[in-house]
């Protein structure tokens, strides 16, 4: 039996589907070597390594599947996407965002349902210490904002979060500190069309804001506010001051 013999006596839609799982599996490798080289050499230069990599990486890849595919390349983008309206990237951008957002609550009912939920809170609180210092370091790189940038730096990396395409949150300054407020959460909502209690999401909440202020400026501290399962007004969920230590 050759190689191929296989895949030739796959249809076009098993094809087509095992493509894809060959994109997830390349996926799921990649962030299996982001967590291995956490893991061994710690979390910061896990961060610096894929910040190495991914420059390195894309350009071959996008090279190769453009050669495969025949599309064409426009500023080391697929020019089918950097020539894409402003408003089609804004809809692409929140399309993205949202399945962000359902993968990570598939995720967590997942586990809930193999376990329970507190083993699920566990999973998704350390998830957070992970994830929430990636992103900042992520904008950080893409914005090009210094380091040390304090709160101004802050107010700006809030703004492009995934977050920030799926929840409507505000920011404020008070008496030389920054307020951030979760005035509406798609989660929280969805809990309170179905008559539930709020998710207590505080565990995770205290890891997720804390740990990307630091990486935007270790000198920024975190205060909660409130979050629930914290008692809260009726037009936020959450309330989160960050300060200059």
Request: with cysteine; glycine share 6%.
């Amino acid at each position: 039996m050759s190689e191929l013999d296989g895949l030739e006596k796959m249809s076009r839609v098993e094809l087509a589907g095992l493509a894809l799982d060959f994109f997830r599996r390349s996926a799921l490798h990649y962030g299996m070597w982001f967590n291995e080289v956490q893991h061994q050499l710690g979390l910061e230069a896990a961060l610096q390594t894929e910040s190495e990599v991914f420059p390195k990486f894309f350009p071959v890849a996008l090279k190769r599947l453009s050669d495969t595919l025949g599309f064409a390349v426009a500023d080391g983008l697929p020019a089918a996407l950097s020539g894409m309206p402003e408003h089609q990237l804004i809809k692409l951008i929140d399309a993205v965002s949202a399945n962000w957002l359902a993968a990570d609550g598939i995720w967590f009912q997942a586990v809930e349902a193999r376990e329970e939920m507190s083993t699920a809170k566990r999973c998704n609180d350390t998830c957070w210490t992970r994830f929430s210092p990636l992103e900042a370091h992520s904008i950080m790189s893409f914005l090009r904002l210094p380091s040390n940038g304090g709160l101004e730096a802050l107010e700006t990396a809030l703004n492009f979060r995934l977050y920030s395409r799926i929840n409507r949150q505000s920011l404020e300054h008070e008496k030389g500190n920054l307020v951030f407020k979760m005035v509406n959460c798609r989660v929280q909502d969805a809990r309170k069309r179905k008559g539930l209690e709020d998710y207590p999401c505080k565990s995770a909440g205290v890891v997720e804001y804390s740990s990307f202020a630091r990486t935007i400026d270790p000198r920024i501290r975190t205060e909660c506010i409130a979050c629930p399962p914290d008692g809260h007004p009726d037009d936020w969920f959450c309330a989160w001051r960050f300060y200059m230590a």
